[in-house]
């Protein structure tokens, strides 16, 4: 695990302004290392589509996410990877809460968050908070910067105006920008400066989870860097654990400690990050590392790129042997552990997929 505890003492570690240490309303801090920093279990999103006229309506279901079961550890950085429309948006923005599950549950921090209503709920709403690709229509371009960062703690009622704006100017500081920016609007910053005060918003409220959902796929190559750089300063110094929801797998494999794989809405592999770049056993995942540009000419293979229905039939077909824990119950493809935290979609021998 990454920077567990890390950067005690140093320039830009703890609170920045001291105001969570003393207005900590929601729920009890956890010691480190009891409990995950978020599960989700057998989580599900079915969405209605409506389509045809009045007289000829029909209604078919798409089931966008199904039986994802994820654990973040406290301190961990977990890749959630797949191809456009494969559910992991619907899958962050369900953590969130910002979208109602149709089936499972969600913990943070060990408390199931399910079924809270709006005011249980809020207390937990500032332990996960959320990094989009598109910040800017996340900051509000008749607010200062200084407002846009400090709104999180308006918004919980922590600290009074003073104190909130001195907190802002702190964070823009930490992460990387001048204070002078909190008088200056988002239409006056580039992309990566943007993502930069979305951070700072995300992470003023010092969360337990931050949910970056393609933070950087909109950032050329150094800026990109760049913010990865950031976000991993502040994972250590934060002991922060981060969803990073990304088509990126360069990015992922040099930021997260584990990835999670997802097809048509379900997790297909999981494992730590070079046990998914080295030993890939599901044939999605294979295809996905088999996408990645290799600008080495001499590196460069043939490449087939295979259609999705061959794949979703392709269903790895494990013998007893090679199945590390125990099988889970059920019938057709289901996670097999294969190896050290390493699970895959999988059939037995003898078995139909
Ligand atoms: N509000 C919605 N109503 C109906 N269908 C939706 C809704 N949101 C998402 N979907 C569908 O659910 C599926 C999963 O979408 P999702 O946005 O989670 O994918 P994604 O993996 O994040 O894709 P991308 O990489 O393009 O961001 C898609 O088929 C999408 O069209
Ligand atoms: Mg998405």
Same mark, same amino acid.
């Given at each position: 695990m990454r920077g567990g505890g890390a950067a005690d003492g140093g320039p830009r570690s703890g609170p920045p302004c001291g105001l969570l240490e003393a207005d900590v309303s929601g729920p009890d801090r956890i010691p480190p290392g009891a409990v995950p920093a978020l599960e989700l279990r057998g989580l599900g999103k079915r969405f209605h589509l409506r389509s045809g006229g009045i007289l000829r309506r029909r209604v078919t279901e798409l089931r /966008? !996410? /199904?039986d994802v079961d994820l654990v973040l550890p406290r301190g961990g950085i977990l890749g959630l990877v797949g191809e456009s429309g494969s559910g992991k948006s619907t899958t962050g923005l369900m953590a969130l809460r910002l979208l109602e599950p149709s089936e499972g549950q969600i913990l943070i921090e060990g408390t @199931? !968050? &399910? =079924? %809270?209503g709006h005011a249980a709920l809020k207390p937990w709403r500032r332990r996960v908070q959320v990094v989009f690709q598109d910040s800017y229509s996340a900051l @509000?371009?008749?607010?200062t910067l200084a407002q846009v960062v400090a709104e999180p703690l308006r918004i919980h009622g922590i600290g009074d105006g003073a104190s909130r704006h001195r907190a802002a100017l702190d964070w823009l500081e930490r992460v +990387? %920008? *001048?204070? $002078? #920016? +909190? $008088?200056? #609007? =988002? *239409?006056? %910053? $580039?992309g990566g400066q943007r993502q930069r005060v979305a951070i700072a918003r995300a992470l003023i409220l010092e969360p337990a989870v931050l949910i970056a959902d393609e933070p950087t796929s909109a950032l050329d190559v150094s800026v990109k860097a760049q913010i990865i750089n950031l976000l991993q300063d502040l994972q250590a110094e934060m002991d922060l654990s981060i969803l990073f929801i990304s088509h990126d797998l360069s990015v992922v494999r040099s930021l997260c400690d584990r990835v999670a794989v997802m097809f048509s809405g379900r997790i297909v592999e999981e494992a730590p990050t070079e046990a998914i770049f080295t030993s890939a056993r599901h044939p999605y995942t294979r295809a996905l590392l088999d996408a990645i540009p290799v600008l080495d000419p001499r590196q460069r293979r043939r490449r087939t790129f295979r259609d999705r229905a061959e794949i979703a039939r392709d269903v790895p077909v494990l013998r007893? +042997?090679? !199945? &590390?824990g125990p099988v889970p119950e059920g019938a057709g493809p289901r996670l097999m552990p294969i190896g050290p935290d390493h699970r895959v979609a999988a059939v037995l021998e003898g078995e139909a997929a």
């Open positions: /966008a !996410v /199904a @199931d !968050v &399910t =079924a %809270l @509000d371009p008749m607010f +990387g %920008l *001048h204070r $002078s #920016y +909190g $008088s200056r #609007y =988002a *239409h006056e %910053l $580039s007893r +042997g090679e !199945v &590390t």
